[in-house]
């Protein structure tokens, strides 16, 4: 028998936490063939994925037009009544969970959809009302079922990426009370790194990365010292803030990187796992 290489029985293949995001223009063909290439090669992908362009058009098309909360700090988010939380779970859960999964099956991935509502799997409180900014005057809204992700069932992570399988997960979440709730997926993806320990979180949309001069690609950002929250703050614009805050909350949580990357083109995780695109370390 010639040994060609010898097998580390201890050796376990680091976790890679990947956001893909809901906008106009990304590729999930493209994601999908990657991330079946790196887990053929042996690595653990653990999929997160958003859906804010088709829900915004599914909800109009059902006369139930999308309306965006501005909060006094300028985040924004999507104003979720019940009859938005339905259409939130339809497209989330329901189309865009099972045609990426079917995507990666196709590829030969044998990938499992999950809601975070799915053995609670993202579970924190959901928040009693929400401050907003309506005509420049603060109001509170109390009929919205939005929260935040407090708590991650990593041990049911942990169960599938043992079996070989690879998890596709997406919001809604699950509140203390086990209502599903919206939870922004950025963040989210930040509190599945943290509690897999995943050494890297990558975060794909329609862009390169953070660029210094939104919209000027020429202006990419391809390392950040994360020292300041608010000066990373000062070059996002818009939905690329709840990333950078996403980007922080992963980092002090023990996460070695964070890399923004584009899922528009071919290999883009690969790329990102290996240094392409926004770099952002502590
Ligand atoms: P996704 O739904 O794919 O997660 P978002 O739409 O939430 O993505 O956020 C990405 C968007 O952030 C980009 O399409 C861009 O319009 C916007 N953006 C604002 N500021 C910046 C910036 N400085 N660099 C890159 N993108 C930015």
Do not use: W
């Not at 990558?202 to 690609?217: A, H, K, Q």
Request: aromatic share 4%.
């Amino acid at each position: 028998m010639t040994v060609i290489s010898e097998i580390d029985p201890e050796f376990s293949p680091q976790i890679t936490v990947v956001k893909v995001g809901g906008s106009a223009g990304i590729n999930y063909d493209l994601v999908c063939d990657d991330i079946a290439a790196l887990v053929r090669k042996g690595e653990k992908i653990v999929l997160v994925h958003g859906g804010s362009d088709e829900t915004n058009r599914v909800s109009t098309a059902l006369g139930h037009p999308p309306q965006v909360l501005t909060s006094p700090q300028g985040y924004t988010s999507r104003f979720t009544d019940t009859e938005t939380l339905d259409i939130f779970c339809m497209v989330y859960a329901g189309k865009m969970n099972t045609r990426i999964v079917e995507r990666l099956q196709k590829r030969g991935t044998n990938a499992v959809g999950l809601s975070g509502v799915d053995g609670r799997l993202l579970q924190g409180p959901r928040k009693s009302s929400v401050r907003s900014v309506v005509n420049g005057k603060q109001v509170l809204v109390r009929d919205d079922y939005t929260g935040k992700v407090e708590t991650v069932n990593d041990s049911l992570l942990h169960l599938l990426l043992a079996a070989g399988y690879t998890p596709v997960i997406s919001p809604p979440a699950i509140s203390t009370e086990g209502e599903a709730i919206n939870v922004d997926g950025d963040r989210a993806s930040a509190m599945i790194a943290r509690a897999l320990g995943a050494r890297q979180l990558v975060i794909l949309s329609n862009v390169p990365g953070l660029l210094r001069t939104f919209p000027d690609e020429s202006t990419l950002i391809r390392q950040l010292k994360f020292t300041n929250l608010d000066e990373a703050l000062g070059f996002a614009e818009g939905r690329m803030k709840k990333k950078v805050l996403g980007a922080s909350e992963a980092l002090m949580g023990g996460v070695e990187q964070v890399i923004f990357g584009d899922a528009r083109v071919a290999g883009c995780v690969s790329a990102c796992m290996q240094g392409q695109g926004t770099v952002i370390t502590r």
